[in-house]
T-cell receptor
Framework: GEDVEQSLFLSVREGDSSVINCTYT??????LYWYKQEPGAGLQLLTY?????DMKQDQRLTVLLNKKDKHLSLRIADTQTGDSAIYFC???????????FGQGTELSVKP | DGGITQSPKYLFRKEGQNVTLSCEQN?????MYWYRQDPGQGLRLIYY?????DFQKGDIAEGYSVSREKKESFPLTVTSAQKNPTAFYLC?????WGTGRSSNQPQHFGDGTRLSIL
């Protein structure tokens, strides 16, 4: 069945770049999403990429998509302490509207 | 401001009791969703609704019920049949849910309700 995998933890120093990785299994996914969750809060949509794109950049965020390997990454440049949160990757399952989420990667930014 | 409002923020359930979580949106979105989040896990879909008066089961619907009498509202009832209800519940909505590219509009989330057992 469909599945999305992420590593659980990532720790970086303030000012460094962070790269959060995700693999997915449904090759028919047309959109892939990155969400951010701060403690006790809902999910905030950060960015998304259409499957016919390889890269999308939005200010400090860069999304790379390798469709052949079904690998998605989110790079955060100049990581700040306010970026500490859990980051979820999600793919849209090919029955319209339904999203499959990874387990989330907890990003810890140390000063 | 447009958004999704979930209430209450915290909720406690006694044994054998049904409780209802509220979700209201003023984004004029067609589709609404309920997810359950457990520590260290991703979100799992409980129920979703494409249009008023219609809804479908997600992956973990047992012990839950929903209604969609108005476009703006999608309440979730956690029934006494749900034996492990302690979790963080998230409601989401999106624009038109259907076939083609329009089915892939991003989902926007509320701030969640944390449900615990007394």
């Amino acid at each position: 069945g469909e599945d999305v995998e992420q590593s659980l933890f990532l720790s970086v120093r303030e000012g460094d770049s962070s790269v959060i990785n995700c693999t997915y299994t449904d090759s028919s996914s047309t959109y892939l999403y990155w969400y951010k969750q701060e403690p006790g809060a809902g999910l905030q949509l950060l960015t998304y990429i259409f499957s016919n794109m390889d890269m999308k950049q939005d200010q400090r965020l860069t999304v790379l998509l390798n469709k052949k390997d079904k690998h998605l990454s989110l790079r955060i440049a100049d990581t700040q302490t306010g970026d500490s949160a859990i980051y979820f990757c999600a793919e849209n399952y090919n029955q319209g509207g339904k999203l499959i989420f990874g387990q989330g990667t907890e990003l810890s930014v140390k000063p | 401001d447009g958004g999704i409002t979930q209430s209450p923020k915290y909720l406690f359930r006694k044994e054998g009791q049904n409780v209802t979580l509220s979700c209201e949106q003023n984004l004029n979105h067609d589709a609404m969703y309920w997810y359950r989040q457990d520590p260290g896990q991703g979100l799992r879909l409980i129920y979703y609704s494409q249009i008023v008066n219609d809804f479908q089961k997600g992956d973990i619907a047992e012990g839950y019920s929903v209604s969609r009498e108005k476009k703006e509202s999608f309440p979730l009832t956690v029934t006494s049949a749900q034996k492990n209800p302690t979790a963080f519940y998230l409601c989401a909505s999106s624009i038109y849910w259907g076939t083609g590219r329009s089915s892939n509009q991003p989902q926007h989330f509320g701030d969640g309700t944390r449900l615990s057992i007394l």
